[in-house]
């Protein structure tokens, strides 16, 4: 609950910010103190201190695996703030808006990670999706950003409808007749015709919201069209809450008759990664690359789904840790940089050895390298679906578009490394010290998580 | 001290893996240099030491010094464990006798970035070891793989021209083969005994030895590992990778990647492979051996039609590999303590051959056969040491090539006498491309490309001569390995039923 409260509080106190903020400092200052204050808030509430104590009648459930996944989210939100302050502020004139907006955002990503009902699904979904339409389209002069802002909203609107109506169908076709996912009591047997309607919506949707096949066309051009900062938030925490509430949803709702749709989720998981890694191969633009992988890295997500037991939920929450903090950090090197092609990055080490060391740490993680959080959440991702039991070639697939990612990761890796500077010269990049430093801390927390997975994962048992 | 805080296994991984992250911030090249010897003396000489704390029979407190494990992920059964058992201690006493070789060998080489050169290699040193002490097998894949990041970017950077292209194909060869394992690994852990009451499962070693899997499944996972180690060996036909790629890579780093880096496909064989599935092991042997054979002869001819010297190197490594295959699933007890034997010879060997071959280039500019020539004229001491190395190589008496070689055919045979016929009939080519060279190379006149070579230095002498004095010793008396290859051969033995 705190954390719902204070971030919605936080975003308006941005918003009518703006009209007193003289300098233009000032936003950064806020919204990294206001990020600092949520976390605190978050861990506060997950050691069991309510700050709030709201009746919601059983609407919001608040338990340890939303409480971390959120402690995760604002903590690469705050990394992101740090790294991307300067970013942020070269996007256009409303700065305190976005941050505004930022917040908003993560006020539906609390609500998605604790709904009880089908409503608060919807409220949390909708109050996460509409901030991310407007930040894909806040480069205001660029004609792709309005262009993805506006596929954005019409694909985004579409899937609500389908959620909209998948609930209905939910509501209309349980016996209890209700909107609480606890009480949609189905028993074992087959379900019924409504039922399995509204769930084949459900999943639609979400699928379109996490970006997985074939529901993922929009993502490459909106990643690829809106402000790179603002990608790099969309293309992590975003996703990430769209996992936690379909997770979370069929976990509670559908667990029961899992057998009966594990299959559909199966092929959707296999497309996914099929589609995001032979795409990524074939970008020559390492913004597009990266929109692509993060449609890759969905299909490697939809394992928790698919498995749906214990060691899936471990996995996600560190799958949540290594992919934002990676690509977060990936993404803060691109946009220092002048070209975005592959090209670009030739020879970065040359003049950037921090940069380039750190990206390639990044980089690796995302690969899923031993000794990265990547592989750890892979690992754990893998040891969930053999878990599970029931499709191994599934998990064979899985590893093959693995090493596919390493084609495309590796690349970018090898021009920073074994290529000279393009043109021969020295590019004078916009860094400071603090930005490496940073960059450093990011890496670092990667190298731990994935030697340590378990200083992440045993937070779910205290 | 020992044993209460430390233990060797641990030593021999935390001290190149340390220095090799200490490396990273020294600056200047000659300080790298010698810190990255010293580093690796100090590594030799706790090997050396742990070489005497080998009898676990009669001295049942040596265990404690030679194993040792951590809680590492209690809720997974996973824990940090290493140890060293006779094969082990055989694996990393090689690596750590090699490492001083190949530093000391190629010491007046000056690479660019010194720091980060001697750095990667030092960790890929820490990766070689940690494969062969993990006791565990998510240990084991971790270090299974973090050998070879390392590897890849010193490959990579300090390569010739291809490199850029060689190196990755070894990559992605690799890191499929060992993603593959990675899921025979989670499955065999599925099916895993608790070892404690934290989790339902284990991936400790033992673990794995008594896992219950079906005939079926063993026949299934079986090829999963096998890919995996037979990539990294590489056994034909997943070979395809390695010509190019030991033509391509800097002098220091193939020795590593033929001398020590294969070992690991070999020795992941003998002690995950072979007690794993021991059922799958006797579906598949025939056809395994065949294929290794298939490779002896194919590698083996390729390497007598070759015109380059690095290249005739890396055939004749497959040839050699593919013995020490068809030996491993002969699976008898004249054959596994060959091929534990072999491992370390041919390790010594190559890594001898590739020094030579090293100071030709470097002395000539050459790599080309027949192009040279007359090498003995001008520098005799050379000649001399190449001779024993090359007689090594092919398996003459007196050399440490017989003895293992001949223990490896007898295993052979003793499974199947025209399989072992067959791949005799290597060791008839391998005299007679070794001799090729040797006669290209060294006899006949001097020619305008080697008019103006110099005899070796006293650094070289001093480091062929140590490698060759191990060459006649171990051909003499290979005792003391054998020795230690007795309790591991029983114990892989121990699981056929």
Known sequence: MNAIIISALWGVVM???????????????????????????????FFGYQIFKVDTRGMLGFDKFGLEFNAICFGSTLLYFLLNDREIEKVGEHVSEYFALIFFILCGVSICSSFNTLLMLFLGIEIMSIPSYILTGSDKRNLKSNEASLKYFLMGAFSTGLMLMGIALIFGGNTLGSFYINMIALGTGKMPVMIAAGLVLMVVSLSFKVSAAPFHFWAADVYDGAPTVFTSFMATIVKLAGFVAFIRLFRVSFGIIQEQWQMLIAVITAATLLIGNLTAV?????????AYSSIAHAGFMMFALFALNDTAREGLLLYALSYSIATMGMFAVLVKMNDYTIEGFNGLYKYQPVLACTATV????????????????????????????????????????????????????????????????????????????????????????????????????? | ML????????????????????????????AVKTFAFFSTLITLAISVTSLFYTDVVHHPEYFAYNNVSYVWMPYLGSSFSVGLDGMGFILTFLTAFTFPVIMAATHKRDYPNANVYYGLLLLTQAGI???????????????????????????????????????????????????LMLIGIIYIYLHTPPVSNLSDHSFFIKAFYNASLTTGEQDGLFWLFFIAFAVKMPIFPFHSWQPDL?????????????????????????????????????????????????GILYASSIAYVQSDLKRIVAWSSIAHIGLMGAAIFARNSTSLSGVMLEMFNHGVNIIALWIVVDIVEKKTGIRKIADLGGLAVKS???SIFFLVIVLANIGLPLTNGFVSEFLMFTGVFEYNKYLAAFSCISMIISAAYMLNVMQKVFFGVPNAATEKVTAISTRQKLVLSIVVITILILGIYPEPLLHLTQGSVYEILQKIK
């Not at chain 1, 903020?21 to 949520?38: D, E, Y």
């Not at chain 1, 697939?397 to 290529?419: G, H």
């Open chain 1, 15 to 45: 918003m009518f910010g703006g009209v007193f903020f003289k300098k233009s400092s000032t936003p950064k200052n806020w919204a990294i103190a206001g990020i600092i204050l949520l976390l605190a808030a978050n861990i506060w509430e």
């Open chain 1, 362 to 462: 990044f980089l690796l993680s995302l690969t899923g390298i031993p000794l990265t959080a990547g592989f750890a959440s892979k690992f754990y991702m893998l040891l969930a679906a053999l878990r599970d039991g029931h499709q191994v070639w599934l998990v064979i697939l899985a590893v093959i578009c693995a090493a596919i990612s390493a084609i495309y990761y590796f690349r970018v890796i090898q021009a920073m490394f074994f290529k000279e500077p393009s043109g021969g010269g020295i590019h004078e990049l916009d860094v400071t010290s603090g930005f490496k430093f940073l960059l450093i801390v990011s890496a670092a927390i990667l190298i731990i998580a994935g030697i340590l997975p378990s200083l992440v994962v045993d937070w779910l048992y205290f």
């Open chain 1, 282 to 290: 074939f970008q020559q633009s390492v913004k597009r690359m990266l």
């Open chain 2, 129 to 179: 070891t940690g494969v062969f002490v993990a006791t565990d097998a998510l240990v084991f894949y971790f270090f299974w793989e973090l050998a070879l990041i390392p590897m890849y970017f010193l490959c990579s950077r300090w390569g010739e021209e291809f490199r850029i292209r060689v190196t990755f194909k070894f990559f992605v060869y690799t890191f499929v083969s060992s993603l």
């Open chain 2, 246 to 294: 030991y033509e391509q890579s800097p002098d220091s780093s193939v020795m590593v990647l033929s001398g020590l880096m294969v070992k690991m496909g070999i020795f992941g064989m003998l002690r995950w492979l072979l007690p794993v599935f021991p059922d799958a092991v006797g579906h598949y042997q025939t056809f395994i051996i065949i294929l290794c054979i298939t």
């Open chain 2, 380 to 382: 005799p001491a050379l």
């Open chain 2, 3 to 30: 044993g209460t805080y430390f233990t060797f296994p641990e030593l021999l991984l935390w001290v190149p893996l340390l220095t090799g992250m200490l490396i990273f911030f020294i600056k200047d090249a000659k």
